[in-house]
């Protein structure tokens, strides 16, 4: 690859068990569906794209994205999910030189994510004792274009994708669209979300990926069987 370029490598956090609120049927278990957390990097430094839900998530990431030998210089979260960012707070003490990120839809959807849990408990009853407390945010970004090695990243706001107010970064050196919960790849959508207007975020990001298929962040579901989790190279299609 020309040393101009920009690489994409993908971390995929396997499918795992979790503490169901919920009464489940003889023979059920609770699973969390895989996801992703996506490097960006150029010959010296990176970005991360989400970081995901628990302790175990950000470290796993932070050993994965040291071993590229690059020096991370910022966090960016995709959407406002806590499944994608509360794993900040872990994640930059692994890269204290670097700050947690994300569009104001989506740093303001965090936010609110966050005082949600103090009351319903949502995360923490699911998640217990694997979360932080308190949670960083990410900080509202002022500006769609992320320098990574003196080249842009273009944050784009597609709005819809499993939640209002969802971006994808659009890679343009790699001809690449990292499009968090806006693509799926055989995982079940949350269908609370209106298809539509999903769909036509689905098309903004094949439009963006001019030569490479779109990455998104919920992978192909691997079983739980004890087999290592594949960590690099998932693609999602938007079809």
């Known amino acids: 690859m020309s040393s101009n370029l920009l690489s994409i490598d993908v971390y995929v956090a396997p499918m795992r068990p979790y503490t169901c609120p919920d009464q489940l049927g003889e023979g059920e278990v609770a699973t969390w569906a895989p996801s992703s957390s996506t490097l960006i990097s150029g010959p010296t430094e990176g970005i991360l794209i989400d970081a995901l839900l628990t302790f175990e998530n950000a470290d796993q990431i932070a050993a994965w994205a040291k071993s590229f030998g690059k020096k991370i210089t910022g966090v960016y979260i995709t959407h406002g999910h806590s499944d994608h960012w509360l794993g900040l707070a872990r994640l930059l003490e692994h890269f204290p030189e670097a700050r947690g990120h994300a569009a104001p839809e989506v740093a303001g959807r965090a936010a609110w994510e966050a005082e949600f849990n103090k009351t319903s408990k949502y995360w923490t009853s699911r998640f217990p ?12 970004l002022d500006s ?62 094949m439009a963006s990926a001019t030569s490479r298929t779109p990455y998104g962040s919920r992978p192909e579901p691997r079983s739980l069987d004890g087999r290592e989790p594949r960590r690099s190279g998932s693609l999602a299609r938007a079809d």
Do not use: K
């Open 144 to 205: 769609d274009e992320i320098l990574v090695d003196s080249q842009v990243v273009n944050l784009i706001h597609v709005g819809q994708g499993d939640v209002e107010g969802s971006t994808i970064f659009h890679v343009p050196p790699a001809g690449a669209v990292v499009c968090g919960d806006v693509v799926y790849n055989n995982v079940h959508m949350m269908m609370a979300a209106p298809c539509r207007t999903w769909s036509a975020a689905c098309s903004s990001c």
């Open 129 to 140: 004792g694997e979360l932080p407390d308190p949670p960083v945010l990410p900080v509202a």
